[in-house]
């Protein structure tokens, strides 16, 4: 079965394993909005994914973490599954800054699983966030739940 015969959900995980390997930055979860034909052994795939930007923190502990920004955009599959085109663009300066200051207050709130804040008063916040080691030894931070608070 090639890359055009798959339906979104296997396109979906077709890219988890391809994305990478095509541009590093590139990373998941992807979301496959629409697929159509763009020649006669090329689908196009509508999608929204993430670009991992480095945190840039100044804690040494932080140096290599990643944060997934949103993004949407396209990618062209070749029959055998691999990547031909893609154009998913990277984040602009503003959704970077945007992203490292969302975890900074994270990490200020005690929200990352496995790292203390400096300074905090009150009670302990529940994680909602961690560090995962991923594919190739990168470190990305992750949700894994919700605060009620």
Do not use: K, N, Y
Request: with cysteine; charged share 25%; net charge neutral.
């Amino acid at each position: 079965m090639g890359a055009l015969d798959l339906d979104p959900s296997g396109l979906e995980a077709l890219l988890a394993r391809s994305a990478p390997q095509f541009e590093p930055d590139l990373a998941g979860p992807f979301t496959v909005l629409s697929v159509s034909r763009s020649g006669p052994d090329v689908v196009r795939c509508e999608l929204r994914a993430s670009r991992l930007i480095p945190l840039e923190h100044t804690d040494p502990a932080l140096r290599d973490v990643f944060v997934a920004v949103p993004v949407s955009g396209w990618v062209e599959l070749r029959a055998d599954g691999a990547i031909a085109r893609s154009g998913l663009p990277r984040p602009g300066p503003e959704d970077e800054q945007e992203a490292r200051a969302f975890v900074r207050g994270l990490i200020e709130r005690g929200a990352v699983r496995g790292l203390v804040p400096a300074q905090r008063e009150g009670p302990p916040a529940r994680p909602t966030h961690e560090i995962r080691t991923e594919a190739g030894g990168r470190r990305v931070l992750r949700r894994i739940g919700f605060s009620a608070g």
